[in-house]
């Protein structure tokens, strides 16, 4: 069976992007870091890629230069189980230069695309009820990080509605 790693391309900030990821994340590491040799496209000794594990799941990173950018056609997705989870996640991922977008997304300081989402979204929008899972996606809409009080206050009214 294939093992499938995500590869990211970053202009030069792949061991950056790298060491704020794996402290981010618990049971996270690098596992190696490969320089780049005489008559590559970047000086020799630099740091040409980075491989490295986020709680179990591998990526690999690589310094290819300005005209590789990120886009929110692809982002990472953080599957949380409590709001201290988001709150965390969404701190960390946010510091230093990073943005909020909506309805949970967010893009790191090197462009990389996020979503933290809390497990009780997913649950919450597929509500049998249709009011209940038209009032969390409604509330949802108005949000940048997710707060799962306001998503549950949401169906409470739709309940006494």
């Known amino acids: 069976m294939p093992t499938i790693t995500t590869f990211l391309t970053f202009n030069n900030q792949a061991e950056e992007a790298a060491t704020l990821y794996t402290s981010v994340f618990n049971n996270s590491k690098i596992t190696n870091i490969s320089r780049y040799g005489q008559g590559g496209p970047a000086p020799e000794g630099s740091v040409m890629s980075v491989s490295f594990v986020l709680d179990g799941q591998p990526f690999s990173a690589l310094n290819g230069g300005p005209h590789f950018t990120f886009s929110e ?6 599957h949380c189980e409590t709001q201290e989870e988001v709150d965390l996640y969404w701190e960390k991922l946010t510091a230093d230069g990073g943005k909020p977008g909506p309805c949970g997304w967010l893009k790191d300081r090197f462009g990389v695309s996020w979503q933290i989402i809390p497990a009780q979204l997913g649950r919450l929008l597929q509500d049998k009820d249709p009011e209940k899972a038209g009032r969390v996606m409604q509330a949802m ?16 009214e739709a309940v006494s509605a």
């Open 141 to 156: 809409l108005k949000m940048t990080r997710i707060d799962i009080a306001t998503l549950e206050q949401a169906v409470e």
């Open 73 to 78: 056609g692809i982002s990472l997705f953080v």
